[in-house]
Each structure stands twice: as C-alpha cells, then as structure tokens.
C-alpha cells in the first residue's frame, strides 16, 4: 500500500502512546479517520456509514498501537489498521472507499499474516479480538457494487510491501524510517488546526 508519512504521523504516534494525552488523540483521529473516508462515499451513503467508522476506525487505534508493542515500525502499524478498514469496506461493498484493488487484499493480509493470525484477524472478520465489547455499529452493505467494482481512489501495484511518501515526494518501500527527534505529540493529526491524511 502507499501511505504517506510525515511529522504529524510521528507526532500520532506519540500521542496515542502517551498516557492522558493518548485519549484525546484517539478520539481525534478517529474523527479524523472516518471523515476522510466518508468523504470518498456517495453524498447519499455518508451519515448512515458514520457511526460504523467511528466504531470500527476506534478499534483500529488499539490494533496501532499493537502492532507498535509487536514491534512494527510506524508506516506498518499504520499500514495494518488500513489493511484492516480496507477489508471491511470491501465486505459491506464500499468499493469507492478503498485504498487498494479487491484482488490485492490477500496479498496484503500475507505480509502481515503473523500479526493477524495472533490477533485472530481475517479479510472476513477485520478487528478479530479488538472488536469492543458492544460490537461495531452495523451500517447498510453495497453488495452489488462488488459485481462490477471501479476501486475509483484505489491504487493498484502496491502490494509487495509498503510504500511511504515523505514530505518531498519522494516514494520509498519499506516502512523501517528513522523516527525524528523531540516529536510533538500536539502536532498529530487532529490535534491541530490543519487538516491532514490517515
């Protein structure tokens, strides 16, 4: 997949593994999360999808910070969690929602097969054990859109590991980055004024 990293994931980073402050990131990426992906929707899909992305895009935060326990670099653990969303919008058929092609989700659940067969994680049960207590929201399915699927903010060709834009453009494989110095963590994403991608 290609994901971009700059300082704010740094800062997220930061922010969702520091006690207190962790709390008000999460909360703040998950607004975050579900309005970038809400806005790849139909207009007349979004507020019926809500409530199941805050639900779903909140457990992912806990499947973060996981995979940074398990020792995944930064861009990978972030990569897990849309690895994660990506099989759930392709199990309700939210074709237009996705990242990457439909064919390339067992690719991308293999790299991270160890991670995900730890934490009982498949393409059809994409939280495993961080589903909450309470379940996710349900949220009405768009199955016929996966009988002939455009995949229109998708990128293909991706999936043989993951891909980071830094802040110059510039396209590197692998997620293994030296992390910065001193990162702020009140520079995540949804910490400050600016908007900014998952």
């Known amino acids: 997949m290609k994901i971009r990293q700059n300082i704010r994931h740094w800062a997220a ?15 703040k990426l998950v607004d975050l999360h579900t309005s970038i992906f809400l806005n ?11 409530d199941h992305l805050d639900s779903f895009f909140d457990a992912t935060m806990d499947a973060y910070v996981a995979a940074l326990e398990a020792g ?7 990569e897990i969690t849309h690895v994660q969303a990506n099989f759930d919008f392709f199990n309700h058929g939210w074709t237009e929602m996705m990242e990457i092609p439909g ?8 790299r991270y097969e160890s991670f995900f067969g730890e934490h009982g994680i498949t393409i059809d049960d994409p939280l495993g054990e961080f589903v909450p207590a309470g379940g ?24 043989d590991d993951v891909y980071v834009e ?15 110095d001193e990162v702020d963590p009140s520079a995540a994403p949804g910490l400050d004024d600016d908007e900014a991608s998952a």
Do not use: C, S
């Open 13 to 27: 980073k930061k922010a969702l593994t520091t006690p207190v402050v962790g709390d008000v990131a999460n909360d």
């Open 40 to 50: 790849k929707a139909d207009e007349d899909r979004r507020e019926e999808r809500r």
């Open 72 to 78: 995944f670099p930064e861009a990978e653990a972030r």
């Open 103 to 110: 064919d390339e989700l067992e690719q991308h659940y293999r």
């Open 136 to 159: 996710v929201v349900e949220a009405p399915e768009t199955p016929e859109k996966l009988e002939t699927p455009e995949y229109e903010n998708a990128r293909a060709g991706f999936a």
């Open 166 to 180: 830094t802040d110059d453009g510039e396209t590197v494989a692998g997620g293994d980055r030296e992390e910065p």
